[in-house]
């Protein structure tokens, strides 16, 4: 269940093909095929061995598209994906279990619990940053949950999208998966279809396009869009520490990362220390000549290169850090720019790239004040040996995830929810939070025909004397029992 590129097609044809292979899925969903734990299991578990078998290929198209370092391709989309795998068949059998809720007077006979549904067939979207992780990880929810699923990698990481392409279907139910392929056009004509749900992970502008379509069938959506994720460094402070942890953070994946740190805002004398141990870690991780580490990426098209140089020509810092550039090789060198102002080109929008503003703000809580001028993060950052600064900050804001003297890292654990917040997107997902995601929370009560004389309290006529009765057995003080 494999849609091809759609450019050589007779006219009418990729309409009618998405129609016939939608439907397949849907015919599966509806014959509950998806709905046995036994049959989760085994989808999750072939998913499991897809990763494993074919690891080496991974990391080829990853470094084809990116140019993306084993290390970071096994780190960010191999292990991250084996450990949500870990995670849904350690779990399943409970995450499936009804759940048993309190009852009063009225219910102490009735079974009343939540069970966990599959919506049906959904959409996921993928996005070609992290083209294996951030497509596989909302797919084994979706599986977990028991639905069918159309799964679109993205067009840019072509050599993901390829492999992604190739791969599904050797390991899933043809019946229940398919792979959708396509640029733009493509992608918004299959939107005209009716999903059950769409998940989308990518831009903002984007993601107004997928709202939109969804509303026309009133689906409901997951997004996972991103923001300017901004890091703040107050108080006691190790500089070279946070120097690593920053670099590290910022700059993998060439800084295509939807939670990387963003910009930078302290005071002038954390960044005249910082800036010295920047530089130093820099050389200290990818030598003297970055451009020749083999650890570090590139940017993943020369459209996204272009309007990275034209944020870095446009600034009125100063760089102080990098600043070298490749058109050619998609190269351009990790940059640190200071005396960067906050209507700066650098702060109009997420950079999603290797260049790093730093803000020099002396009160924190005028730094606090700045964030809440931008919209709301994916991720907040604050670098402090003082755990009060951490806990003012984390009080005083508000983003999809909060990670203190760290960065990214949060992202990693399936205990965590992961998603964002106004701007940076809504719903959540990762280990039993994607299960939720992709399942209807679907309230039950069952009862039977005893305490019919309780019940009458509720028929007319009605009475005050009948109404103070009932107003008591369906008070939550009357009983409280699972």
């Known amino acids: 269940a494999v849609f091809a590129p759609w450019a050589n097609t007779p006219s009418g044809a990729p309409c009618k093909r998405r129609a016939q292979v939608l439907e397949r899925l849907r015919t599966a969903f509806e014959s509950r095929v998806t709905i046995p734990e036994k049959f989760r299991r085994t989808q999750l578990t072939n998913l499991m061995s897809m990763i494993k078998d074919n690891e080496e290929q991974i990391v080829n198209a990853l470094h084809k598209d990116l140019t993306k370092p084993k290390f970071e391709a096994i780190l960010s989309e191999v292990e991250i994906v084996m450990n949500e795998l870990h995670c849904a068949l350690s779990n399943l059998t409970s995450w499936m279990q009804p759940e048993y809720v309190s009852k009063n007077l009225a219910t102490k006979l009735d ?10 067939v959904v959409l996921i979207i993928g996005p070609w940053n992290y083209p294996m992780q951030l497509l596989i990880v909302p797919l084994i929810g979706a599986i977990a949950a028991g639905n069918c699923v159309v799964i679109k990698p993205s067009e840019v990481s072509a050599a993901t999208d390829n492999l992604i392409t190739e791969l599904i279907p050797k390991y899933l139910s043809k019946d229940c998966y398919a792979v959708v392929r396509g640029g733009a056009k493509e992608t918004q004509a299959l939107l005209k279809n009716r999903f059950d749900h769409i998940f ?86 990818y030598g003297s000549d970055i451009q020749k580490s ?90 402090s040996d003082e755990s009060s600064v951490v806990k003012k900050v984390l009080e005083n804001s508000s983003s999809g995830g909060f990670c ?79």
């Not at 079974?111 to 049906?120: A, D, I, N, T, W």
């Not at 039993?432 to 009560?445: C, I, L, N, Y």
Request: hydrophobic share 40%; glycine share 8%; charged share 20%.
């Open 294 to 383: 083999p650890d570090m990426s590139r940017i993943v098209t020369p459209k996204h290169w272009t309007r990275l140089m034209g944020l870095l020509n446009r600034t009125k810092g100063k760089v102080v850090v990098g600043g070298e550039h490749d058109e050619k090789d998609r190269y351009i060198a990790p940059t640190v720019v200071v005396d960067v102002a906050e209507d700066d080109a650098l702060m109009e929008e997420e950079i999603f790239g290797p260049i790093l503003p730093i803000l020099t703000i002396e009160s924190l809580e005028e730094s606090i004040k700045l964030t809440k001028t931008k919209e709301k993060p994916l991720a907040f950052y604050v670098f």
């Open 404 to 482: 203190s003297n760290d960065g990214i890292v949060h992202m990693a654990l399936p205990g965590l929810p992961f998603g964002g917040v106004g701007n940076s997107g809504f719903g959540h997902y990762h280990g039993h939070w994607g299960f939720e995601a992709f399942s209807h929370q679907r309230a039950v009560m069952l009862r039977g025909w005893a305490l019919e004389k309780l019940n009458a309290l509720r028929y007319p006529p009605y009475s005050d004397e009948k109404l103070s009765w009932l107003r008591w057995t369906t008070s939550p003080k009357s009983c409280s029992i699972m």
């Open 200 to 285: 989308y992970t990518g831009s903002q502008a984007v993601a107004r396009v997928v709202l939109q379509a969804a509303a026309v069938h009133l689906t409901p959506v997951t997004l996972e869009l991103g923001g300017k994720c901004p890091c703040l460094i107050y108080g006691r402070v190790n500089a070279t520490a946070a120097a690593h942890r920053l670099v590290w953070s910022k700059f993998f994946n060439a800084g295509q990362s939807c939670v990387a740190p963003d910009y930078v805002l302290c005071s002038k004398a954390t960044c005249d220390a910082l800036v010295p141990a920047l530089r130093q870690v820099l050389e200290d991780f």
């Open 111 to 120: 079974e009343c619990f939540v069970r966990r549904e599959p919506l049906g």
